[in-house]
Structure formats: C-alpha cells, structure tokens
C-alpha cells in the first residue's frame, strides 16, 4: 500500500535527518533471506519525506525501516505496514535541568579538571581521528554493529569531543539534528583510559550549545531489547529473548542505567516493515548489522575463560 500522510510528520526514524540537499542520500540494504530492502538510515533535502522517497525510488520494493517512533510506525501501520515494538528511546528535555542534577554536575566537575569540550568541524583529519578513537574505545576489539546509526563523521552531522591537555581526544558524541528543535545522539565513545566524567561533560556542553541555538529535544538514541510496558506480543517477546542472550557482549540494561542519568522520559521505538514483517527479515537484521556475529564472539569468549 502507497505510505500517506507522513509529509506532514516531522518525526523521521532514528539515525535518519535533513540538510540542504538538493536529492536525498540514503544506506539501502538488500536483505538476503527476506528480500525486503532495509533503510538503515537517510540524508534527505528538507521538503522531502519517506513518502517521496518511497514513490520516486522504492516504489516496488518490500522496505524495512528501524528506529520508528509512534508517530512514524502508527501511520505506517494505517497504510499497511507490520510494526512491532524493538526497545525504548531516551529523551533530554533541554528546557528542564536534567543535565543539572547534582550526580551530572559533580562529575563534569570532574572531568573538566583534565580538558575541555569543544565541537570540531567537518574535515577529513577528524573524520580520521574519530575512526582512531572507536579503535582506542572499549570494546573497540571486538566486532563492531553495522547500520544500526551513524558511526562515520560527515557534514551532515555533528561532533563534539572531549580534548584533554595535551590535544588527545578522550571521548566524543556524534549527533544528527533532523530539525532545528532536535537532536539525535548517533555515536558515544570514551577511551578505556579516559578520566571519569567525560560523557557527562559532553552531554552536558553539548546539550548547553543546542539549547542556545533553538534545540528543545536531545535523543539518547535507542536502548535495544528493553521495554517498560509488560505487554509484549509474541514477535516482540522472540527479538528481546534473543537479544538478551547477547547480555555478555551487549549489555542492555547497563545501556540503560547509563543513558536514565540523563534521560527526562523515554518512549517505544519501533520496527517496521511491509509487506510483513516474518522470522526471515528478523533473521536478515541480526546478521547483517552483525548482531549475531558479536553474539558468536561472546559466546567464544566466555568457553575460552
């Protein structure tokens, strides 16, 4: 069925945004298995919505998208779409002081007595060094998710870092900003031997710095395989079963605990797909964004101990 109503929808799936481009650019994936094509993220020109992008270049394809929010899944359901609940989103209401609680503010303290928090424009040095600092991050060793949001540093997002004294990047936050009033953060990464406190002296500047441009929402992203409500259906109860066996080397509820410091509300996120969303399409997204890959080195991991 034709997708309707969503050119007046500013909500876009996660890791999706708009710039001024003149044509969108979009991470297309043919699912093997399925043979649904999955939209993993998008750049598209500012009047542009899933819509156009939906009757100008995948008119025929079965398509998947991850990352929806309810407005988003609930209008694709209207039109024909099989959605299903996949984790939560945080949400940091800049105009409260959630990044002002005292546990936030005594450990930027604390990290700031080691450097400072500055945003770096777009160029090919730093696009470098923030493949170098997911390289020096923990877990950087190990196989690393795929499409799941942005990990590449391109003109259409943004990057703070946190520089310590001697011009060494410690930690760093990769945002898209699909409208001026939000932001999404895409990438958070700490080296293994960075000072306590630097994600919370990142979120915080950069939180500082949205809110004094117009920014009124800051996106933790997605904690995957977590949910609030009890209700689960039976699909939504397989895909958290299965991710929680990856508990060893995804850790769901620590990413949770984590991103609860700073988060005022949080909300579902959905996965959608048409014409169905069956075990297949389920079985493509976990090998192909290597899910399934880092639940085999887990498990490797944990026989060679």
Known sequence: MEVTALANIDELPLSWTRTHL?????????????????????????????????????????LLLRGCPSSVASTLAAAGWETIRVGIEGIIDLTSDSLSRRSIRKMTRAALRFGSVIEVPWNPAAVARLRWLAREARYGERPQLRYLFRTVFEPETRLFVFVDRADEWQGALLLTQPTPTTAVTELM???VTAPSGIMEALFTTAGQHLYAEGCRTFSLNEVPFYHLEQDLRPLERLVTLVGRQMTAVYNAHGLYRFKAKFADFWRPVYLCARPRLSIRALVDLF???????????????????
Request: aromatic fraction near 12%; hydrophobic fraction near 40%; glycine fraction near 6%.
């Open 22 to 62: 003149t044509r969108p650019r979009w991470q297309a994936i043919k699912l093997p298995l399925s043979g649904l094509t999955w939209l993993a993220y998008a750049t598209l020109p500012a009047t542009f919505t899933l819509t156009h992008l939906q009757r100008e270049y995948f008119a025929n394809s079965g």
């Open 189 to 191: 990464l700490r080296r």
């Open 287 to 305: 090998t192909v964004s290597g899910c399934l890959e880092l639940a085999a080195s887990g498990l490797y991991h944990r026989r060679a101990a």
